[in-house]
């Protein structure tokens, strides 16, 4: 007699705050990183150290007249390439202007420093509140400790290596394990709240002359204002790799499913029925 299929059962994945500042630090970040790109334009390039060596940045977006067209030169240490139309000059030949990332990127999409530096602001207190909460709630809800904190166990290479090829084969875990954040998550999870988010918001902090006045160690961390700069501009960068990695994993292994676990915090798992000989018993 042929086996019954696997039925589906929903089980709680999320709690209220979990979801709740997952969707506020959504659009947080979102108008973050867009009001960030607008404050980048103002001058679209990278140092390290306390100065601006305008000569050598180890990143720029320009443009340069060709004679008969411009184009966007993107410069990464010693490697130049044309990123026409994407860094350094938007638009079509003759008919885009020059800017290091393009008007569908920043809020607003209209050149301006000044608004700019409003809806950053503004939403970064946003954000940090927002964040204040989850990690308050995740440490004395237990939910870092018992979700997101990893064992002993599956930090061994073995372990490692075999969720690393079955997240690239995009077989994803069914059952019992499904209820819970494999090791690959659980990394990425703690990198971005223990690691970048955190650089994040100091470097920002050390942009802000007010707080150079009120807390001067805080430039001497970083290595001067400009690889404060630099290391915002590289946190955020590896955020927005989070994000398009996290929501590629979302589309292969089940978008409604995680969608619905985020909204009503309830999952799917597939669960294996009872052997006849155990439903007999």
Do not use: C
Not at 105 to 133: E, M
Not at 182 to 200: C, D, G, H, S, T
Request: glycine share 10%; no cysteine.
């Amino acid at each position: 007699m042929p086996s019954a299929p696997p039925r589906k059962e929903l089980v709680r994945r999320h709690g209220v705050i979990v979801r709740v500042t997952h969707w506020i630090n959504v659009a947080a970040l979102l108008v973050l990183l867009m009001s960030g790109l607008q404050i980048f334009n103002a001058h679209p390039a990278l140092y390290w150290g306390q100065a601006s060596h305008f000569s050598r940045p180890w990143i720029s977006m320009t443009a340069q007249d060709l004679g008969d067209r411009m184009v966007g030169v993107t410069k990464i240490g010693p490697v130049r390439f044309d990123s026409t139309g994407l860094f350094g000059w938007s638009g079509r030949a003759g008919h885009g202007e020059k800017r290091g990332f393009p008007a569908w990127a920043t809020i607003p999409s209209y050149r301006s420093l000044a608004d700019g530096r409003i809806w950053h602001f503004a939403l970064a207190w946003v954000f940090v509140l927002n964040g204040l909460v989850y990690l308050s709630a995740a440490i004395l809800g237990g939910h870092l400790r018992n979700d997101l904190w990893p064992r002993l166990a599956e930090l061994k290479p073995g372990h490692l290596w075999r969720e690393i090829v079955e997240h690239a084969r995009l077989r994803f875990p069914k059952g019992e394990e499904a209820r819970r954040y494999n090791i690959l998550q659980k990394l990425a999870y703690l990198a971005v709240i223990l690691v970048f988010l955190p650089l994040m918001v100091g470097t920002g902090l050390t942009m802000s002359p007010g707080m150079d006045a009120g807390l001067p160690w805080l430039v001497e961390l970083f290595g001067g204002r400009q690889s404060a700069r630099t290391i915002h501009f590289l946190s955020a960068s590896a955020i927005v790799a989070f994000v398009a990695v996290h929501l590629a994993m979302v589309v292969a292994s089940g978008t409604w499913n995680n969608i619905r676990s985020m909204i009503t915090g309830r999952y799917a798992i597939e669960v294996e029925p009872p052997k006849a000989e155990e439903a007999a018993q």
